[in-house]
């Protein structure tokens, strides 16, 4: 559906805001055409200031939450160079990381102070895992902050993790240095204000809160510099950021009701999960009434610890999934997105169960699971990126494809490489060879098989961390943690290095977005015409969020605390407002008619859209 360009009363106040110089905080529901308003605040700015700010060396901000993002605007703005397009740490770090002996203090002052106290709040002093990892980590922070002492220059190595002895700093901690900085340096807050009048955040409901107070900071006084928030509180599904965002003192709350995207049942159900905003459908889709249906199953009492289900349970939850879609007539439509809570769901879906519960097992750590989930770990990276993707080209006999894929990440093909001197004909026999191997490798090997070959014919960079795993032998011992803990990582290779290739295929499938299925965290600002929604607290087996709690509490027999509501409420809104004109949601309650009951006391859907399966 084309989102609708005209004006709106929204973007009326903003212009009006930006007459003021007065600074303002856009609320802006779900499909409301928050983008086109940002887009349309910014060439404004250009059409009414550009030449003056381009005389006084100035420039206009504009801060987003993704690189894709920031593509997509730096585009729509014809890459105008008046205008900073960029994410949030990336601009900040540009600020701020000419400043080392002032990044040293605030980490040393400030910063791996706090990392250290947060760890120590985990140990008890008791002899458990947990308390020992708190310990050993708050140990190793002590050691780096004294390191810090010695590092001349920093940078930001955007990724999640910090190495101080290195002077490299993750996304938190460039976030936490800037924010302290901007807060404790009023001459750093007057050289931003001067250089960037107008600062502009994009998503800034997943701005972090410390950003967002340092902003108002240098914005704070009536006038030039202003900051102009967009984005809504309900579509905060990510922990620890802004949420409810405002400006500083006598910024102006913009609400942007209208809905260009979704059905009217859609903005109906919408509706009935906020009383902050009312939307209303404003565009094409206000001419499709869309249809909602949910689904109450009846779970089964958990037959495993800690309340989980047993493989048979699994089996038996699963076809009745499979039942519901099939009785909506959604089974195997390629025009329906289905939205699962967490990976291991997606995976017993597709297939790469027993790879998922090997990165979500004993022998890999937080940053192993981490990287497992981006894609971006040393084993996982050269599959998704380079190995299977060469596999699929020959497989569908698409020779550029396959050259394409080489040049841009197999060390062999690189241009400048060792055979950067042989003939274009001699690289495209050798590529024909390689890739051919690799074909016959992946249909009766190991993902072990796979690796080594990738490196001895140079698909696949031979890193010291790679290189070391295949050249050792495998781990003979049991695994025990207390005495093998610090090496798990190698029973971790060695299990991996076993797996089939289907797994690893199905994984890489998923993750180039080539499936059906994705998390309900990966689709926020997506759009589908059919959404099916899965919500069960039990199968997820993930207590940051409790959806039982939210839409029936009583029939639940759950409170949730105020961060599992807010948490599910949002991710929820977020599910929900993917749909452009229909929605199927799967509901597993502890009682399936009681549920449907609730659902239609607290407003959320009607009798005719609720089904009951005991």
């Keep these: 559906?084309?989102?609708?360009?005209?004006?709106?009363?929204?973007?009326?106040?903003?212009?009006?805001?930006?007459?003021?110089?007065?600074?303002?905080?856009?609320?802006?529901?779900?499909?409301?055409?928050?983008?086109?308003?940002?887009?349309?605040?910014?060439?404004?700015?250009?059409?009414?200031?550009?030449?003056?700010?381009?005389?006084?060396?100035?420039?206009?901000?504009?801060?987003?939450?993704?690189?894709?993002?920031?593509?997509?605007?730096?585009?729509?703005?014809?890459?105008?160079?008046?205008?900073?397009?960029?994410?949030?740490?990336?601009?900040?770090?540009?600020?701020?990381?000419?400043?080392?002996?002032?990044?040293?203090?605030?980490?040393?002052?400030?910063?791996?102070?706090?990392?250290?106290?947060?760890?120590?709040?985990?140990?008890?002093?008791?002899?458990?895992?947990?308390?020992?990892?708190?310990r050993e980590k708050a140990e190793?922070?002590?050691?780096?902050?004294?390191?810090?002492?010695?590092?001349?220059?920093?940078?930001?190595?955007d990724g999640p993790y910090s190495n101080y002895v290195e002077g490299e700093l993750g996304h938190d901690d460039v976030i936490a240095v800037a924010a302290s900085l901007i807060r404790s340096r009023e001459l750093l807050r007057r050289l931003i204000g001067q250089k960037y009048p107008y600062i502009f955040v994009d998503e800034a409901q997943d701005t972090h809160e410390e950003i967002v107070s340092a902003l108002n900071t240098v914005c704070a006084d009536a006038g030039l510099p202003l900051v102009g928030y967009f984005g809504d509180p309900m579509q905060q599904i990510y922990d620890k950021r802004a949420g409810s965002f405002e400006g500083p003192p006598n910024s102006l709350l913009i609400p942007k009701r209208e809905n260009f995207r979704c059905s009217n049942e859609v903005v109906k159900l919408l509706n009935a999960f906020r009383d902050d905003l009312q939307q209303f459908p404003a565009g094409e889709n206000s001419k499709i009434e869309g249809s909602i249906k949910i689904r109450c199953i009846s779970t089964e009492t958990p037959e495993l610890p800690r309340g989980r289900y047993s493989p048979e349970q699994i089996s038996r939850a699963t076809a009745l999934l499979d039942k519901a879609i099939s009785d909506w007539g959604w089974a195997g439509q390629s025009d329906v997105k289905h939205l699962y809570l967490v990976r291991q769901m997606i995976a017993r879906r597709l297939g790469f169960v027993s790879l998922h519960s090997l990165f979500d097992g004993d022998y890999a750590s937080q940053k192993a699971k981490e990287e497992f989930e981006t894609g971006d770990y040393f084993l996982i990276k050269p599959f998704v990126s380079c190995l299977y993707p060469l596999v699929i080209a020959?497989?569908?006999?698409?020779?550029?494809?396959?050259?394409?894929?080489?040049?841009?990440?197999?060390?062999?093909?690189?241009?400048?490489?060792?055979?950067?001197?042989?003939?274009?004909?001699?690289?495209?026999?050798?590529?024909?060879?390689c890739t051919s191997k690799l074909t016959d490798i992946w249909g009766s090997g190991t993902a072990g098989d796979v690796l080594r070959y990738a490196v001895e014919c140079g698909l696949t960079k031979e890193t010291e961390r790679l290189g070391k795993h295949i050249s050792r032998p495998p781990r003979t011992e049991a695994y025990e943690e207390t005495q093998y803990g610090a090496d798990r990582q190698d029973w971790l290779v060695d299990d991996f290095f076993k797996f089939p290739l289907l797994e690893v295929e199905k994984y890489c499938e998923f993750m180039a977005e080539n499936t059906v299925y994705s998390t309900q965290h990966g689709v926020k600002g997506e759009q589908y015409h059919k959404v099916f929604v899965v919500f069960d607290d039990i199968g997820s087996a993930w207590n940051q969020y409790s959806f039982s709690g939210l839409l029936t509490p009583k029939t639940s027999g759950k409170e949730p605390t105020e961060r599992q509501l807010r948490l599910s409420r949002n991710l929820a809104y977020v599910c929900f407002s993917r749909a452009l004109v229909d929605l199927r949601i799967v509901y597993f309650t502890p009682d399936a008619s009681a549920a449907a009951k609730e659902l239609v006391e607290r407003g959320f859907f009607t009798d005719s859209q609720i089904e009951v399966s005991a």
């Design 394 to 433: 020959f497989r569908s006999k698409n020779a550029r494809k396959q050259v394409d894929i080489l040049r841009q990440h197999a060390p062999a093909f690189d241009p400048k490489g060792v055979n950067s001197k042989r003939t274009l004909a001699e690289m495209m026999k050798i590529a024909l060879e």
């Design 1 to 134: 559906m084309k989102v609708e360009l005209k004006p709106t009363e929204a973007d009326a106040l903003i212009d009006q805001c930006l007459s003021e110089n007065r600074c303002f905080h856009v609320i802006a529901g779900a499909g409301s055409g928050k983008t086109a308003s940002l887009i349309r605040t910014l060439e404004s700015i250009r059409d009414q200031k550009g030449a003056l700010l381009r005389r006084t060396g100035q420039r206009v901000v504009c801060l987003t939450f993704t690189k894709r993002a920031v593509e997509v605007i730096r585009k729509r703005l014809r890459w105008d160079d008046l205008f900073i397009v960029s994410t949030l740490h990336s601009f900040l770090w540009g600020e701020i990381g000419r400043f080392s002996k002032d990044i040293q203090k605030a980490l040393y002052d400030d910063v791996v102070p706090t990392h250290i106290a947060h760890a120590r709040k985990d140990d008890d002093g008791k002899a458990t895992k947990k308390a020992a990892a708190a």
């Design 140 to 157: 190793k922070l002590e050691i780096q902050r004294e390191a810090l002492l010695k590092v001349a220059s920093f940078r930001y190595a």
